[in-house]
């Protein structure tokens, strides 16, 4: 079973659909995927699960729009067993700060992004709350370019030319009709890549973690 929390209702009624989309493109069948996953409202930075609940966690795209980021990661270590493993992905250093010296729409809205991680900073974060780093990747490199063209075009304006094209062949990309572009991120994702990965693990005998763990 997988867990998925969300904050906005809108936002958990999309999570079934886009689990059924996936059935479909995956040629998976019907309620395969869906009908494996429960969506929760909550809050990340009081998540409404006891501690040592979950064997994996992941907190995608989430740190950058909260500011309360050290309480996210300390209800994520509380809610994972000993041994778990935690993957964190935020907006990597190098694209962010053009993105935001390009455009001050790009992060200055409401639930918009409101501090900029290096690998450093993030690593730290996992660390001081008792998470220890495994390893860390980079993705989404061809998405890059396309949110600094939307910048300069204006975030909100979905129909300037080159924002069009790009954006068709990206979608042409990520649902895997364009192998050539595939491979081409593949390649850029270590220099280029949009997003920086984290994985951490739980450490069954680190006394934070298990005071953490004690709080409900």
Not at 49 to 77: G, T, Y
């Amino acid at each position: 079973m997988v867990t998925c929390v969300e904050l906005s209702t809108e936002a958990m009624r999309e999570i079934p659909i886009a689990a059924r989309a996936a059935e479909e493109l995956l040629g998976l069948e019907p309620g395969g995927l869906s009908m494996r996953i429960r969506v929760v409202k909550g809050d990340a930075r009081s998540l409404p699960f006891p501690a040592c609940s979950f064997d994996a966690l992941i907190a995608s795209e989430v740190l950058e729009h909260v500011s309360e980021d050290r309480e996210v990661l300390a209800e994520l270590a509380r809610v994972a067993r000993p041994g778990a493993k935690i993957a964190v992905s935020v907006p990597r250093f190098f694209p962010e700060v053009v993105s935001w010296f390009l455009s001050l729409a790009y992060h200055d809205a409401e639930g918009g992004h409101i501090r900029i991680y290096t690998r450093r900073l993030l690593s730290e974060r996992l660390t001081s709350i008792g998470l220890r780093p495994l390893g860390v990747g980079y993705a989404h490199a061809l998405h890059t370019p396309y949110w600094w063209l939307k910048c300069l075009a204006g975030v909100d304006n979905h129909s300037a030319a080159p924002v069009a094209a790009y954006h068709k062949r990206l979608v042409a990309q990520m649902m895997g009709e364009a192998p050539r572009l595939e491979r081409l991120e593949q390649r850029l994702n270590p220099w280029l890549g949009k997003s920086l990965a984290i994985y951490a693990e739980r450490q069954a005998g680190d006394v934070e973690v298990r005071q953490l763990a004690g709080r409900r």
